[in-house]
């Protein structure tokens, strides 16, 4: 069985226009997928609510043989300490140190107690260390994280996720704050992480180029539903013109989104 | 509309607003029947008599003491206001941020609470207090509480909202649970603003202390009250002497305090 099965899945913010609608799809163990859209298109709620940080309105998300949408409080928590989630704006504790941050990733595998008075073992403290060695940060490790750089910051956030040791990270636009050159170091741990790890890494992207160059699939999003889902090297321009609603097939009205 | 045309028109409304504010000097002066210039013909005379009354002598520095010892009791009971204050208030500002919160119910509960302790003022509360608990510290103790909760509650609610918002879902997302990120996300983020608020309660709780001590019948209030009640008017400025030096020292404390963290 797939590692995630979505079926179905619709979703509306305050009874309003749906932002998704009746999307199917699965995800494999080990696979790179980025999914790509105009903004707006729900890219975001897609990705909260395979880790229910939204609640799922219709259909159903299926991760590791559980349906997400059933589980109470307790059991959320538990498959959400599966899943790692990295942000565009990094969302680190900023007064806090870089080890701190990083250690939070554990929080999801301890009791309350344990984790308010900070107890982490010493097997957890050499893992947060190696891991920002091999992001190449273990320098920083006891300075303030609002004193680095926005790949430096991004790096924690992936260290922070990694460190719960998940199935499947989740990437909301992990790039769209940072220079090429961050971009690229950024992309390319996320690579390694799938390559070398193992993990499933689904990435919001908006562009085009990097998501064809870094991923084994693309899923392009308009308007909260699927207009392209396979493997990158048969993205063509005729495709993104239909994600991005620039040309012949793109409907009047959404031409004039873009133009607006 | 150009550069010179936008001048006359600002000139225009300067001009209007000067004379709106004279016009509503004048007509609430002669409606409450305050006269002005009455009001401005004495100052000269009170002035005077500030100075030939209000001094400190020999003899009432020999009350310093007694005027130290209640003006100590008076900051000790401000700060226990404000601290026991403090330990509600942050459990109200969880209920009540958008953030933290967990159930509408509980939100609209804390800023309840909040806004009623917040809008009647710290004298009426007294006042109220007075009437079930009697004249004793434990009345004014609580008055400078109930106000304390309410504009913590309201401060702290508003530094919560403004800085925690992406570590707290960050935190969610690896299956925190509600306490670890309340005080590994959200207090870290807004301990230097809480800490900078508590500080300020604390000299507002000062000041208000001697206000409601007056009533009360306690602390440092008292003691004015009763010297000016005796009509021992170089102990009463001892007294208001002392509580601005106090004042003027926690001041400078705290502003250090907050350099300090910040
Ligand atoms: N918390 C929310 N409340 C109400 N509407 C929302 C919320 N989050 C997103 N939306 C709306 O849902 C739509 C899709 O948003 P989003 O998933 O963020 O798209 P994307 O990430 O592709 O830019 C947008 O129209 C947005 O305004
Ligand atoms: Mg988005």
Redesign the interface.
Known sequence: MSLLQIKDLGKSYNSDAKVLQGLNFEVESGEFLSIIGPSGAGKSTLLRCI?R?VEIDEGKVVFDGQEVGKLNKKE??????N???I?Q????????SVIENVL??R??????IQ??L?RFTEAEKEHAFFLLKKLGIEEHAYKRCDQLSGGQQQRV?IA??LI?EPKIVLCDEPIASLDPNASKVIMDHLKSITQELGITCIVNLHQVEIAKSYSDRIIGLNKGGIVFDGPSYRLHRNHTDQIYGTQTQATPEIRELIMV | MNEKTMKASRKWQTIFFILLIIGMTLASSAITGFNIIHGIATLPKAGAWILSNLMITQESLERLPTILEKLLETILMSIAATTTGTAVAFFLSLMGSKTTGTKKVFGVFARFVASASRNIPVVAWALILLLSFGQNSVTGYLALFVGSVGFLTRAFIESIDEASQSAVEALRATGATYFQIVFKAVVPQCMPQMISWILFMIETNIRNATLVGILTGTGIGYTFDLYYKTLNYNAVALVTFSIIIAVIVIELMSNYIRKVII
Do not use: A, E, W
């Open positions: 880790n940080m959320l928590r538990k498959v959400r300490t899943i790692g989630m942000f704006h990094y969302n680190l504790v900023p007064r806090l939070h990733g929080f999801g595998y301890k009791t309350t984790g308010v900070g956030g922070r996720s719960q």
